[in-house]
C-alpha cells in the first residue's frame, strides 16, 4: 500500500502544478494497484475536473461517494463539479445536504457564500459568508465572498476592510490580487487595477480572460479616454445628464447667441461618435500593439 | 552508444522510477560489455526494487565480468534471499571454479559514499555535443561564451572576477532541444552531468524530498566539475505564491538554500534547468545567484527545420524533395513536430501502399500534407508568452521572447 500512497501524492503534487495531462497519464498505475479505491476516484475526479472533462469527474466522483457517501471531501468535489458545469440547483441541493450533516464547517458555508455570489443573491451570499467567518475567521473563500459583496453593494469601508484582513492572512494569493483590483475598480482607479491585474498575468499568462479584462482596464484608464469620463463613471445616469445639458445648451444658444449653435451641435454629434466609435477602435489597437 | 542505448537512456532519463526499463537498460549495457555502467545501474534497481532478485543478480553477473568474485558472491546470496530468485547457471559455474570468500578489509580512508544520492544516476548519456545539434547556431555561440568557456577556462575569466558554475534556466516551447542542449552543455564543458526529474526528489514522507534535494547538490559537488540538471523546473520550484501545500513550499525553500551555497560551495557546479512554463517558476528562483542567467530556446529557423527533415529522412525511401519548401511550410514546428509530420507521411504512403497494392516512395507532396495536418505544438507557447511581453509591463525577463516573436507572425 505504500507504493500506492507514493503513487497518489505524486499526482496530487502534479495536479498541485497544473500538469493535469501528466496526472492523468499516472492514473492507471494507481488503479492497478487498487481498482476501487476511494482516494484514486477522487483524483481522477479532480483532474478530470481541471480538464473540464466534468462527465467523466461526476462518473469518478459518484464512485468514490458510493465507496464513502459521507465523504465531505467527495462531497465538495461534486458540489464543485456542479458548479462549473453551471448546475446550480443541483448544486444548492447537494451543499445544503452536506450542511445538514456537517453543520458546523465553515468550508461549506464559504463554498454556499460563493455559489449564490454567483447566482447574484447578493444577500444570501452575504449572510452565508458571514456565518462562514464566525465559524472561522480565517475562512479565506468567505472572506473574498465578502469582499465582493460589499463592492457591488458599494460598501467601500467593508470592501477594503475585508481586503484588509485577506492581505494580513495571505498577501501572495491570488484570490488577494483579484480582491485587490475589485476595490480598486470600485473606486474607478483603473490605472492602480491595471497594475495588480500585471502581476495575475505574470503569473497566469495563458488566461485569455485576464488579458482581456486587462485591455478593458487599459482602456478605460487610456487618456484619450478622459472626455468619457462621465459616462463611464456615471453610466445611463451620466449618459442622459449630458444629452439634457447639450439640449439645454442648443435652446440657450439659439435664444442668445445663435451663431454658437452649429458649432456646438457639431461638438455633440462629434462627441457621440466618438464615444461610440472611439473605445472598440482603441481596444483593438492596444490589444494589436500591447501596452 | 548504439541507438538502442541511447533510446533507452533517454527512457529512463524521463522517468528514472521506471524499473522495468532500468532493468532492461542494465541488460542492455551488460550485452555492450560496459560492465562498471551495467552494476551501477543493477545496483540502481536493487534499491529500486529490493523484493526482487533481479538487481543483485544482475550485480552478480557483472562483478563475476570483472573478476570480483567476492562482491558477485555476497551479490547473488542477496538474489537468494527473494522471492522470485532462480539459480543462474552461469553464475554457479563461476563461483565453483573461483576463489572462496575472503575476509574484507574495510577502506578508513575513503569517504563515506551518500546513499540517498545514488538513487539518480549519473548519466552515461553523454555523447551530445554542439555538433550534433541541428541549428540554433546563435545559441550555441552564446552558451559557449557565457557557459562552457568560463568553465573550461576558468584561469582566464578569474582574472576578471568570473566565476564558473552558478544556474542557468532554459526556457522555451516544448520540443525544442532544452534537454539536448543541456546535455550538449555538459559534454562541451567536460563535467559530469547528472539529471535530475520531479520523481527523483518528491517523496510524500515529510523531509524527504528536502533531503533527496541536498543529498543531489551533495553528490554534484562531489563529482565536481559537474552539471547538474533539473528538467522542468517548474514542477520542482513551483512558484510559492500558487503552491497550495505546505511541502511544496518548503522544498523550494530547500532549493534556493542549495543554490543559495547553503549546503556547501558550489564552485564548477553549473547548475542547469529547463522549463516550459517559466512563469510558473518562484521569482526567487530567477534572482542573483541562482537562476539569474536565461536562455530562450526558440523553435528552430527554417535552415534548421530543413536538415531536420533531410537527416530524419537520411532511411527512408524517398522521392526528389525539396527541403527549402518542408522548412517555410512547417514554421514554428518543434524538433518533435518535425517527426510528427514524418510519421504522418510515412503513414499516408503505407495507407496508399496497402489500398493500392503499389509500391511508392515517400514524395513531397505526403510531407505537404502532413505538415498542413500537424498543427505546430509551439504555437500555444507562443501565444502565451506574447501576452507577457505585450501585456507584462516593464518587466524585461522575457525580451529574448520579445525580440523573437518580432521577427515572426503569429
Given at each position: 500500500?505504500?507504493?500506492?500512497?507514493?503513487?497518489?501524492?505524486?499526482?496530487?503534487?502534479?495536479?498541485?502544478?497544473g500538469?493535469?495531462?501528466?496526472?492523468?497519464?499516472?492514473?492507471?498505475?494507481?488503479?492497478?494497484?487498487?481498482?476501487?479505491?476511494?482516494?484514486?476516484?477522487?483524483?481522477?475526479?479532480?483532474?478530470?475536473?481541471?480538464?473540464?472533462?466534468?462527465?467523466?469527474?461526476?462518473?469518478?466522483?459518484?464512485?468514490?461517494?458510493?465507496?464513502?457517501?459521507?465523504?465531505?471531501?467527495?462531497?465538495?468535489?461534486?458540489?464543485?463539479?456542479?458548479?462549473?458545469?453551471?448546475?446550480?440547483?443541483?448544486?444548492?441541493?447537494?451543499?445544503?445536504?452536506?450542511?445538514?450533516?456537517?453543520?458546523?464547517?465553515?468550508?461549506?458555508?464559504?463554498?454556499?457564500?460563493?455559489?449564490?455570489?454567483?447566482?447574484?443573491?447578493?444577500?444570501?451570499?452575504?449572510?452565508?459568508?458571514?456565518?462562514?467567518?464566525?465559524?472561522?475567521?480565517?475562512?479565506?473563500?468567505?472572506?473574498?465572498?465578502?469582499?465582493?459583496?460589499?463592492?457591488?453593494?458599494?460598501?467601500?469601508?467593508?470592501?477594503?476592510?475585508?481586503l484588509?484582513?485577506?492581505v494580513?492572512?495571505d498577501p501572495n494569493a491570488q484570490q488577494v490580487a483579484w480582491g485587490i483590483i475589485a476595490v480598486l475598480q470600485s473606486e474607478h482607479r483603473d490605472g492602480e487595477a491595471l497594475e495588480v491585474m500585471r502581476g495575475i498575468l505574470h503569473a497566469a499568462p495563458d488566461d485569455e480572460s485576464v488579458v482581456e479584462a486587462m485591455v478593458e482596464l487599459r482602456v478605460a484608464s487610456h487618456w484619450t479616454h478622459i472626455?468619457?469620463?462621465?459616462?463611464n463613471?456615471?453610466?445611463?445616469?451620466?449618459?442622459?445628464?449630458?444629452?439634457?445639458?447639450?439640449?439645454?445648451?442648443?435652446?440657450?444658444?439659439?435664444?442668445?447667441?445663435?451663431?454658437?449653435?452649429?458649432?456646438?451641435?457639431?461638438?455633440?454629434?462629434?462627441?457621440?461618435?466618438?464615444?461610440?466609435?472611439?473605445p472598440?477602435l482603441l481596444k483593438r489597437w492596444l490589444k494589436a500593439r500591447g501596452f | 552508444?548504439?541507438?538502442?542505448?541511447?533510446?533507452?537512456?533517454?527512457?529512463?532519463?524521463?522517468?528514472?522510477?521506471?524499473?522495468?526499463?532500468?532493468?532492461?537498460?542494465?541488460?542492455?549495457?551488460?550485452?555492450?560489455?560496459?560492465?562498471?555502467?551495467?552494476?551501477?545501474?543493477?545496483?540502481?534497481?536493487?534499491?529500486?526494487?529490493?523484493?526482487?532478485?533481479?538487481?543483485?543478480?544482475?550485480?552478480?553477473?557483472?562483478?563475476?565480468?570483472?573478476?570480483?568474485?567476492?562482491?558477485?558472491?555476497?551479490?547473488?546470496?542477496?538474489?537468494?534471499?527473494?522471492?522470485?530468485?532462480?539459480?543462474?547457471?552461469?553464475?554457479?559455474?563461476?563461483?565453483?571454479?573461483?576463489?572462496?570468500?575472503?575476509?574484507?578489509?574495510?577502506?578508513?580512508?575513503?569517504?563515506?559514499?551518500?546513499?540517498?544520492?545514488?538513487?539518480?544516476?549519473?548519466?552515461?548519456?553523454?555523447?551530445?555535443?554542439?555538433?550534433?545539434?541541428?541549428?540554433?547556431?546563435?545559441?550555441?555561440?552564446?552558451?559557449?561564451?557565457?557557459?562552457?568557456?568560463?568553465?573550461?577556462?576558468?584561469?582566464?575569466?578569474?582574472?576578471?572576477?568570473?566565476?564558473?558554475?552558478?544556474?542557468?534556466l532554459?526556457y522555451g516551447p516544448?520540443?525544442?532541444?532544452?534537454?539536448?542542449?543541456?546535455?550538449?552543455?555538459?559534454?562541451?564543458?567536460?563535467?559530469?552531468?547528472?539529471?535530475?526529474?520531479?520523481?527523483?526528489?518528491?517523496?510524500?514522507?515529510?523531509?524527504?524530498?528536502?533531503?533527496?534535494?541536498?543529498?543531489?547538490?551533495?553528490?554534484?559537488?562531489?563529482?565536481?566539475?559537474?552539471?547538474?540538471?533539473?528538467?522542468?523546473l517548474d514542477?520542482?520550484a513551483y512558484s510559492r505564491s500558487k503552491?497550495?501545500?505546505?511541502?511544496?513550499?518548503?522544498?523550494?525553500?530547500?532549493?534556493?538554500?542549495?543554490?543559495?551555497?547553503?549546503?556547501?560551495?558550489?564552485?564548477?557546479?553549473?547548475?542547469?534547468?529547463?522549463t516550459n512554463m517559466p512563469w510558473d517558476v518562484d521569482p526567487a528562483m530567477k534572482r542573483p545567484?541562482r537562476f539569474d542567467r536565461s536562455i530562450f530556446?526558440p523553435?528552430?529557423?527554417?535552415?534548421?527545420?530543413?536538415?531536420?527533415?533531410?537527416?530524419?529522412?537520411?532511411?527512408?525511401?524517398?522521392?526528389?524533395?525539396?527541403?527549402?519548401?518542408?522548412?517555410?511550410?512547417?514554421?514554428?514546428?518543434?524538433?518533435?513536430?518535425?517527426?510528427?509530420?514524418?510519421?504522418?507521411?510515412?503513414?499516408?504512403?503505407?495507407?496508399?501502399?496497402?489500398?493500392?497494392?503499389?509500391?511508392?516512395?515517400?514524395?513531397?507532396?505526403?510531407?505537404?500534407?502532413?505538415?498542413?495536418?500537424?498543427?505546430?505544438?509551439?504555437?500555444d507557447w507562443l501565444r502565451t508568452a506574447r501576452n507577457l511581453v505585450k501585456y507584462g509591463g516593464s518587466d524585461r525577463s522575457y525580451k529574448d521572447v520579445d525580440a523573437y516573436l518580432k521577427t515572426v507572425r503569429l
Amino acid at each position: 500500500m505504500a507504493e500506492l500512497s507514493e503513487i497518489q501524492f505524486r499526482i496530487q503534487a502534479l495536479i498541485e502544478r497544473g500538469r493535469y495531462d501528466q496526472a492523468r497519464g499516472m492514473l492507471p498505475e494507481a488503479y492497478t494497484l487498487a481498482p476501487d479505491d476511494f482516494a484514486n476516484h477522487l483524483l481522477a475526479g479532480r483532474i478530470a475536473l481541471e480538464l473540464d472533462d466534468y462527465d467523466a469527474a461526476r462518473s469518478s466522483v459518484s464512485r468514490a461517494l458510493e465507496i464513502a457517501p459521507s465523504s465531505i471531501h467527495a462531497g465538495l468535489l461534486m458540489f464543485s463539479i456542479q458548479r462549473h458545469s453551471e448546475q446550480f440547483g443541483d448544486a444548492e441541493q447537494l451543499i445544503l445536504e452536506l450542511l445538514r450533516d456537517n453543520p458546523d464547517d465553515s468550508r461549506l458555508f464559504g463554498c454556499y457564500a460563493e455559489l449564490m455570489l454567483r447566482t447574484l443573491h447578493l444577500e444570501k451570499a452575504g449572510a452565508l459568508a458571514a456565518e462562514a467567518l464566525r465559524l472561522d475567521p480565517g475562512e479565506n473563500l468567505a472572506r473574498s465572498v465578502s469582499l465582493l459583496v460589499n463592492v457591488i453593494k458599494g460598501d467601500k469601508a467593508g470592501a477594503a476592510a475585508e481586503l484588509e484582513e485577506l492581505v494580513r492572512e495571505d498577501p501572495n494569493a491570488q484570490q488577494v490580487a483579484w480582491g485587490i483590483i475589485a476595490v480598486l475598480q470600485s473606486e474607478h482607479r483603473d490605472g492602480e487595477a491595471l497594475e495588480v491585474m500585471r502581476g495575475i498575468l505574470h503569473a497566469a499568462p495563458d488566461d485569455e480572460s485576464v488579458v482581456e479584462a486587462m485591455v478593458e482596464l487599459r482602456v478605460a484608464s487610456h487618456w484619450t479616454h478622459i472626455p468619457l469620463w462621465p459616462l463611464n463613471r456615471y453610466g445611463w445616469v451620466g449618459s442622459g445628464a449630458l444629452w439634457a445639458i447639450a439640449v439645454g445648451s442648443f435652446l440657450l444658444s439659439r435664444l442668445f447667441a445663435p451663431e454658437l449653435t452649429g458649432p456646438l451641435v457639431t461638438v455633440y454629434l462629434v462627441y457621440v461618435v466618438y464615444s461610440w466609435v472611439w473605445p472598440p477602435l482603441l481596444k483593438r489597437w492596444l490589444k494589436a500593439r500591447g501596452f | 552508444m548504439t541507438d538502442d542505448l541511447k533510446d533507452l537512456a533517454d527512457k529512463l532519463l524521463r522517468d528514472p522510477f521506471d524499473s522495468q526499463m532500468r532493468g532492461r537498460y542494465a541488460e542492455a549495457l551488460f550485452e555492450a560489455e560496459d560492465w562498471q555502467a551495467s552494476l551501477e545501474q543493477f545496483r540502481l534497481l536493487a534499491r529500486q526494487e529490493p523484493s526482487s532478485a533481479a538487481g543483485p543478480r544482475g550485480a552478480a553477473r557483472c562483478h563475476v565480468r570483472i573478476d570480483d568474485l567476492v562482491e558477485a558472491r555476497t551479490e547473488y546470496e542477496k538474489a537468494k534471499q527473494c522471492a522470485d530468485f532462480e539459480s543462474d547457471g552461469e553464475l554457479e559455474e563461476a563461483f565453483a571454479d573461483g576463489p572462496k570468500p575472503a575476509l574484507r578489509v574495510v577502506d578508513g580512508g575513503s569517504e563515506p559514499r551518500d546513499e540517498e544520492a545514488d538513487i539518480v544516476p549519473i548519466s552515461t548519456a553523454r555523447d551530445t555535443r554542439f555538433v550534433d545539434i541541428v541549428g540554433m547556431e546563435e545559441l550555441k555561440k552564446t552558451v559557449r561564451l557565457r557557459i562552457v568557456d568560463p568553465f573550461l577556462k576558468p584561469g582566464l575569466f578569474a582574472k576578471f572576477k568570473k566565476k564558473a558554475g552558478g544556474g542557468l534556466l532554459l526556457y522555451g516551447p516544448p520540443g525544442c532541444g532544452k534537454t539536448l542542449m543541456a546535455r550538449a552543455i555538459a559534454t562541451e564543458c567536460d563535467a559530469t552531468f547528472i539529471p535530475v526529474g520531479i520523481s527523483d526528489i518528491l517523496s510524500m514522507w515529510i523531509g524527504q524530498s528536502e533531503g533527496n534535494l541536498a543529498a543531489l547538490f551533495e553528490k554534484a559537488r562531489s563529482y565536481r566539475p559537474s552539471v547538474l540538471f533539473f528538467d522542468e523546473l517548474d514542477a520542482l520550484a513551483y512558484s510559492r505564491s500558487k503552491a497550495q501545500s505546505d511541502h511544496t513550499r518548503s522544498t523550494v525553500n530547500e532549493f534556493l538554500n542549495q543554490l543559495d551555497g547553503m549546503g556547501g560551495d558550489n564552485e564548477h557546479v553549473l547548475i542547469l534547468a529547463a522549463t516550459n512554463m517559466p512563469w510558473d517558476v518562484d521569482p526567487a528562483m530567477k534572482r542573483p545567484g541562482r537562476f539569474d542567467r536565461s536562455i530562450f530556446v526558440p523553435p528552430p529557423d527554417a535552415p534548421a527545420r530543413a536538415e531536420m527533415f533531410r537527416t530524419k529522412l537520411v532511411d527512408v525511401p524517398v522521392g526528389e524533395l525539396d527541403y527549402q519548401a518542408l522548412a517555410s511550410g512547417s514554421e514554428f514546428a518543434s524538433g518533435a513536430d518535425i517527426d510528427g509530420i514524418i510519421d504522418e507521411a510515412k503513414d499516408r504512403v503505407l495507407a496508399d501502399i496497402m489500398d493500392s497494392g503499389d509500391d511508392r516512395v515517400l514524395t513531397q507532396d505526403d510531407l505537404l500534407a502532413a505538415i498542413h495536418d500537424v498543427e505546430p505544438s509551439t504555437l500555444d507557447w507562443l501565444r502565451t508568452a506574447r501576452n507577457l511581453v505585450k501585456y507584462g509591463g516593464s518587466d524585461r525577463s522575457y525580451k529574448d521572447v520579445d525580440a523573437y516573436l518580432k521577427t515572426v507572425r503569429l
